[in-house]
Nanobody, 116 residues
């Protein structure tokens, strides 16, 4: 499985962005998918996850502003980010858990910069 993230950019506070992550390869083996982010000088943190069905979870810092979804036909993971804040500035990474070994696969990051 390979993951490619895109959709980052530079926006002003309060604006929106939608990140996408296209999966290729043995996509039928993908289980949970997630978005992580890493700000300069900080550890990578989990932003949101979605099961192969519709079960989702969010970090407290993004609840009510971000929405994760996935299209299992097109094999694309999305992260709709509304009401962006400067503290959302980070490199965003998509991540997938692949059956049967449940190993993790990372996509390359996409930069999101929010100016105040």
């Amino acid at each position: 499985v390979q993951l490619q993230a895109f959709g980052g950019g530079l926006v002003q506070a309060g604006e929106s962005l939608r990140l996408s992550c296209a999966a290729s390869g043995s996509t039928s083996s993908i289980s949970v998918m997630s978005w992580y982010r890493q700000a300069p000088g900080k550890q990578r943190e989990l932003v949101s996850s979605i099961s192969s069905g519709v079960i989702t979870s969010y970090a407290d810092s993004v609840k009510g502003r971000f929405t994760i979804s996935r299209d299992n036909v097109k094999n694309i993971l999305y992260l709709q980010m509304n009401g962006l804040k400067p503290e959302d500035t980070a490199v965003y990474y998509c991540y997938a858990v692949v059956r049967p070994s449940y190993r993790g696969v990372w996509g390359q990051g996409t930069q999101v910069t929010v100016s105040s």
